[in-house]
């Protein structure tokens, strides 16, 4: 099977200090895939090169089959690469149900006339955008609030609605920051099966940056270790897990 | 704590008197050839006397008119309207009747009085094409002028140069304005807040120089004058028809010529503009343009990374809010009848500003207030026009302290999912 995202000697130079050093990735269809290592290892500096917010200094990201490395942000999520932040973006003014068609942007007819006449193709779109909305809404438990202002959930919810709001996208790939951060246990394990369901019943793969390393070893088709802006080890989680390597960069040497 | 409101009325008062005196209290007149200083008059420093005791008076007492005006009940106008269902069904019924007492009045009122009220449409539709710029897109433009200059323009010089209508013109007029918005956004809109606002106020200086300049095409500082009034559908409003063969309103009917045809013709053309305007602006605010404007000013980053384009989101907010403006300009062109750079100075933009800030940026009813409030209030007072931009500034220092989100905040339509 091809390789839904194919990451080689990725590095990402800031003036003298090289933040990203020849990382290499691999994400197949329907995987989890996730990325660990210490504070400032420089997970989330990946993230930025990934989804475009940076453009890598050197290396190749495939995406699809096509490379993306040097692309725009918005022109890389409409190929299908979608993140969420390590803090929750929302746009807290707006309603649940507004953040979910603001993300489908690109998907509806964004034309004068036809918005200023209300022509069938625009209400029918609306109509569609307003269905996907509602769909994502019911996966994610959160349609009781489609009407409140999305600043006012509480941040468990804020960050399911983060997640819907990618998915209404209809992306392939996922890119999660730390998603669990800030949860309790209950909701990281709601976040957990909600993961596993993404990937068993829609079929997208997703790339995840988390601490908790609970959730990493229990979801994880595939490990990568960085530290330090270098790959450090990578595998499944057992191997990962008993990496002498690992374990030296986690706990410090004996 | 009374010491420190002490200090503090005591630097007030200096503070204030300090910029009296230098506004005021002092003026220079031209004798012969030299300049010459002049003190006030005594009854100027008992007023300035006056004001600097109430100054101070009202910062050693700040804590107590505070309280008091904290005191006074604020009336409930929720509970003063109807119902929120009734207000629905009331609504167009209101809106209806508005429509109708715009269109009935100006032909029971002076001649003065509908020519004010075109003026302050002119201001509406400015107010209304900056509201989308800065309110709803959140962009600061300060040389929002330069676009009501190239409407103003382009009617002025196609109607001098190749006699075309005021009808075809409209259309070609916003059309144009919303190009150079369009040419001046595409490089400039990727800069943030500060940024933009002093390459737009560039901009506008730009335009104005160059209408000052080129004389051989704009006629420079003496401006453009003659330009041809609107038409009734080919019916002119002028004593005799200009052309062989034409026919003028006053003909065309069998009745007595009279100007105030003409005024009250242009003031029903800028009533309908207003109306398409604000029509169209509703739209737009619930249109998924109007959603990416909104979300835009809340997050750009999440936006990003949502596949919004920023840029073409921004461009669209700017270059509609220039097309609106030269709307207004080329009816303000066809209204003087002469037009010169004289009229799209900073100060202009200034205003415009003024008035969307003051009525609340982003709401619409708040900006139309604004406009009437700020065309009007300077023609009733005449007699204070000296100190108008004293007033003005002081009526912003006012605003910002009491109401600072606008004098009818922005609300916007939710919408909602019906279940």
């Known amino acids: 099977m091809s390789l839904l995202l194919d990451v080689n000697g990725l590095t990402m130079r800031f003036g003298g200090l090289v933040a990203v050093d020849h990382v290499d990735l691999a994400v197949k269809h329907r995987q989890v895939v996730s990325i660990i290592g210490p504070n400032g290892a420089g997970k989330t500096t990946v993230f930025n090169c990934l ?56 998907h509806l007819k964004t034309d004068l006339i036809s918005g200023l006449f209300k022509t069938a193709a625009y209400r029918r779109q609306e109509q569609e955008a307003m269905d996907r909305a509602v769909y994502w809404l019911r996966e994610m438990d959160l349609l009781e609030f489609a009407n409140r202002e999305a600043g006012n959930l509480a941040y468990g919810q804020q960050r399911r609605l983060e997640i ?64 330090q802006g270098a790959p450090l080890a990578n595998g499944t989680p057992d191997e990962v897990k008993n990496n002498p390597d690992v374990i030296k960069a986690y706990l410090g040497e004996e | 704590m009374m010491r420190k409101r002490f200090y503090n009325a005591i630097f007030a008062s200096g503070i204030g008197f300090i910029l009296t005196c230098m506004m005021v209290g002092i003026s220079l007149n031209t004798e012969g050839t030299t300049l010459k200083v002049e003190g006030a008059s005594a009854a100027q420093w008992t007023w300035i006397g006056i004001g600097i005791s109430l100054v101070f008076l009202s910062q050693l007492f700040a804590g ?38 715009m269109l009935v009045w100006p032909f029971m009122v002076s001649r003065g009085s509908v020519d004010l009220a075109t003026l302050t449409l002119i201001y509406i539709m400015l107010g209304l094409g900056l509201n989308i710029v800065v309110g709803l897109a959140g962009l600061l433009d300060l040389g929002f002028v330069a676009f009501y200059a190239v409407g103003a323009y382009t009617y002025a010089l196609l109607s001098q140069y190749f006699g075309m209508s005021f009808w075809a013109c409209l259309p070609l007029s916003a059309g144009l304005a ?43 500082p003496s401006g453009i004058s003659g330009i041809a009034k609107p038409s009734l559908f080919g019916l002119e409003f002028t004593r005799r028809a200009k052309e062989e063969g034409a026919t003028t309103f006053h003909e065309f009917f069998g009745i007595d010529y009279s100007s105030s045809y003409k005024v009250i013709f242009l003031y029903l053309i800028a009533v309908i503009l207003v109306c398409f305007v604000i029509y169209v602006i509703n739209r737009l605010m619930r249109m998924p343009i109007g959603r990416a404007w ?43 009848g002469f037009i010169s750079p004289e009229s799209f100075i900073f100060i202009e933009s200034a205003i415009i500003l003024a008035i969307v800030v003051l009525g609340g940026m982003g709401s619409q009813v708040g900006v139309i207030l604004a406009a009437i409030v700020m065309t009007i209030l300077p023609e009733l007072a005449r007699e204070f026009s000296e100190y108008r931009m004293l007033l003005f500034g002081l009526l912003m220092v006012v605003m910002m302290r009491w109401r600072p989100e606008g004098l009818v905040p922005m609300k916007r339509p939710h919408l909602e999912l019906k279940t």
Not at chain 2, 67 to 72: D, E, H, N
Not at chain 2, 77 to 87: A, H, I, M, Q
Not at chain 2, 184 to 198: C, N
């Open chain 1, 164 to 227: 819907a709001r990618c998915m209404v996208t209809q992306p392939e790939l996922l890119l999660l920051d730390e998603p669990a951060a800030g949860l309790n246990p209950n909701e990281t394990k709601e976040l957990d099966e909600l993961i596993v369901r993404l990937r068993d019943e829609h079929e997208i793969s997703v790339l995840l940056i988390e601490h908790d390393m609970k959730l990493v070893m229990g979801i994880s088709d595939h490990i990568y270790v960085i530290a």
């Open chain 2, 64 to 101: 107590q008119v505070d309280a008091f005006l904290g005191a006074v009940p604020k009336p409930q106008l929720s509970k003063l309207l109807p119902e929120e269902g009734k207000r629905a069904m009331l609504k167009p019924w209101l809106l209806a009747a508005l429509l109708v007492v």
């Open chain 1, 51 to 106: 989804s475009g917010f940076y453009i890598p200094t050197d290396g190749s990201v495939v995406f699809n089959g096509e490379q993306v490395a040097g692309m725009k942000d918005f022109q890389i999520s409409r190929k299908g690469l979608v993140r969420t932040f390590q803090h929750v973006r929302l746009f807290s003014k707006m309603t649940v149900i507004e953040n979910m068609l603001v993300a489908q942007h690109r």
């Open chain 2, 178 to 220: 919303a190009l150079f918005g369009f040419l001046l956004g595409f490089p400039v809109l990727r800069l943030r807040g500060d940024y933009l606002a002093i390459v737009t106020l560039g901009f506008g200086e730009i335009i104005r120089i160059l209408l000052n300049n080129w004389t051989s095409v704009t006629g420079g």
């Open chain 2, 294 to 336: 909104e979300a835009l000013r809340e997050d750009e980053i999440a936006c990003r990374s949502l596949g919004l384009n920023r840029t073409m989101i921004k461009l669209s907010a700017f270059t509609i809010g220039a097309s609106t403006a030269g709307f207004a300009g080329a009816f303000f062109s066809a209204r003087q």
